[in-house]
C-alpha cells in the first residue's frame, strides 16, 4: 500500500497544467523512469509540446496492436499552488489530480511494473498522455491515428465512480457559430441588422431542432448549453457580431455526422459560420464481448458485487470508439474532481489494483 501512496503524492506533486509544458515533459519523465525495466518497452512522443508514453512488453513497436490497452492522462485542470502538494487525512488523498486522474495512473503504472518485475509478459498496453483536459489531439487521438496504435479493448478507469463499470457515453460536440450584422445608431435600428438578435434567433432554432422531451431520470437524452456569448461592441450601437459557443451531448441514435450535418443547415439560414472545436461519437459497450465478460468478473472476484453506469461527460473512449474498440471504464471512490478538495479514497486504489490484476490474469 506504501509504495501506490507514494507514487500518488509523487505524481500530484507535478503542476501538469496546459499552460506548463516544462511540467508536463517532467511528469513524463518520472513515469518513464518509473516504470524502466528490462521485460518493459517504453515508446516516447511529442506532438506540439505534448508528451506521452507507450508501455508493452512487446519488443518491437512495429507491432502495435495488443489485446488490451489501458489510458490514462496525467495533466489535470488548473488549480492552485497548494492544491500541487498532497495532504493525506481520514484515509484519503486530496491534491489536484487525485482522483482525476492521478489517482488511477498510478494504479495503474504500478500495476505495470508489478507485472514486469513478475516476469509476466500480458499482450497489454499502457498509454500515459498529458492532454486529455484540453482535448486530447496531441495525445490519444494522435496515438490511434496517427501513430497506429489499436487494440481489441481499452479500459480508461476515468469514470464510474465508486466502482460502477461505465459501458455507455454519451457523444459530444462543441461548436462555434459567429453572426454578422449591420451597425447602426441605436436609436435607429431600422437601418441596422442585429448580429445578436440573429443568434438568440438560431439558439431557440437548434433548441427545437436537436433537443427533445424526455422524462429519464437519469437524463440520458440529448442536452444543448450555451457555455459562451460575445457580441456588440456599444450599448447604443446596433451591434454587427456575436458569437455563441455550445457544448451538445446525445445519445443514439443520433450520429455525430448528422448532428454536425443539421448544425450547418440550421447556420445557413442566418448566414453563420461555424466552427467545430471538438467532437465525439457515442459509444455503448457490449457485455457479452468476451473481454467485457472478463473484466466483469474481475470486478466481480475483489467486490462481489458488479454496479453498472453511463456517463455524460466526454472522454479519450470516444476515440478509441470511433475505431470499433469496445471500452470499459471505472473509478476508485472519491470527488470533488476539478474542484477546491478534490480526493481520493486510499484504499480504494488498492481495490482498483485488485481489479486490474485479476483482469489481466483472465485475459
Known amino acids: 500500500m506504501d509504495p501506490l501512496r507514494s507514487l500518488l503524492k509523487t505524481l500530484i506533486h507535478f503542476e501538469t497544467v496546459a499552460e506548463r509544458p516544462d511540467q508536463l515533459m517532467a511528469v513524463i519523465n518520472y513515469a518513464e523512469k518509473y516504470l524502466e525495466h528490462p521485460n518493459l518497452r517504453i515508446d516516447r512522443f511529442l506532438k506540439n509540446e505534448k508528451p506521452s508514453i507507450v508501455v508493452s512488453f512487446k519488443r518491437s513497436n512495429r507491432d502495435r496492436h495488443f489485446k488490451v490497452i489501458f489510458a490514462g492522462h496525467l495533466d489535470v485542470v488548473p488549480g492552485r499552488r497548494e492544491q500541487f502538494i498532497a495532504e493525506e487525512r481520514d484515509g484519503r488523498m486530496y491534491g489536484r489530480g487525485a482522483l482525476d486522474m492521478k489517482g488511477p495512473c498510478a494504479v495503474m503504472m504500478k500495476l505495470f511494473k508489478d507485472l514486469a518485475e513478475g516476469g509476466a509478459k500480458p499482450d497489454i498496453a499502457l498509454m500515459l498522455t498529458t492532454d486529455e483536459e484540453i482535448g486530447s489531439d496531441n495525445g490519444v ?9 489499436s487494440s481489441d479493448f481499452a479500459v480508461i478507469p476515468d469514470s464510474g465512480e465508486n466502482f460502477h463499470i461505465i459501458t455507455d457515453e454519451k457523444g459530444a460536440l462543441h461548436f462555434a457559430v459567429e453572426f454578422k450584422g449591420k451597425p447602426a445608431h441605436g436609436s435607429m435600428p ?11 434567433r438560431f439558439y431557440e432554432d437548434i433548441k427545437g431542432t436537436l433537443l427533445y422531451k424526455s422524462n429519464d431520470p437519469e437524463h440520458w437524452h440529448n442536452t444543448l448549453t450555451l457555455g459562451k456569448f460575445q457580441g456588440g461592441k456599444k450599448v447604443n450601437q446596433v451591434p454587427p457580431n456575436a458569437r455563441m459557443e455550445l457544448d451538445f451531448r446525445f445519445v443514439p441514435p443520433y450520429t455525430l455526422e448528422e448532428i454536425k450535418n443539421t448544425v450547418t443547415y440550421v447556420a445557413k439560414k442566418y448566414g453563420a459560420k461555424v466552427e467545430i472545436l471538438s467532437e465525439g461519437e457515442p459509444f455503448s459497450t457490449d457485455l457479452n464481448h468476451p473481454i467485457s465478460l472478463a473484466f466483469i468478473e474481475a470486478v466481480r472476484e475483489v467486490l462481489k458485487e458488479v454496479k453498472f453506469g453511463r456517463t455524460h461527460g466526454a472522454t479519450d473512449g470516444r476515440f478509441f470508439a470511433k475505431k470499433g474498440i469496445p471500452v470499459m471504464m471505472i473509478y476508485p471512490e472519491g470527488g470533488d474532481i476539478h474542484g477546491d478538495n478534490e480526493w481520493v479514497d486510499i484504499t480504494s486504489l488498492k481495490i482498483l489494483y485488485d481489479i486490474f490484476v485479476a483482469f489481466v490474469r483472465r485475459i
Open 141 to 149: 487521438r494522435y496515438l490511434l491515428e496517427d501513430e497506429g496504435f
Open 190 to 200: 431600422w437601418l441596422g441588422e442585429s448580429a445578436i438578435e440573429k443568434a438568440l
